[in-house]
Nanobody, 116 residues
Framework: QVQLVESGGGLVQAGGSRRLSCAAS????????MSWYRQAPGNKREWIAS???????NYANAVKGRFTIARDSAKNWVSLQMSGLKPDDTALYFC??????????WGQGTQVTVSS
């Protein structure tokens, strides 16, 4: 079964930048939407950014203007460039892929910790 693997997490100072990547372990056909979510301790998982097949992007208000999502469907890869990081951005970050057939895949997450 194809798995998604996130990477790039770590400890960063407030105001700093970090780039997260998510790659699939195998081929995924008919990818529709690629997204990033995050979950802070004690909170529900929240959506933060998506990119469609047509490369249209959408962002949650909390990250708009600071985060940039990008995809390479041929390589089954999606990234999240984060800048202007704040302590409130501390969370476990997950990537998600939804195919045209409605199949939803999740990674295990990568931890981002922003120190003040």
């Amino acid at each position: 079964q194809v798995q998604l693997v996130e990477s790039g997490g770590g400890l960063v100072q407030a105001g700093g930048s970090r780039r997260l990547s998510c790659a699939a372990s195998g081929r995924i056909d008919n990818i529709n939407i690629m997204s990033w979510y995050r979950q802070a301790p004690g909170n529900k998982r929240e959506w933060i950014a998506s990119v469609t097949e047509a490369n249209n992007t959408n962002y949650a208000n909390a990250v708009k203007g600071r985060f940039t999502i990008a995809r390479d469907s041929a390589k089954n890869w999606v990234s999240l460039q984060m800048s202007g990081l704040k302590p409130d951005d501390t969370a476990l970050y997950f990537c998600n892929i939804i195919t045209r057939g409605g199949r939803s895949l999740w990674g295990q997450g990568t931890q981002v910790t922003v120190s003040s």
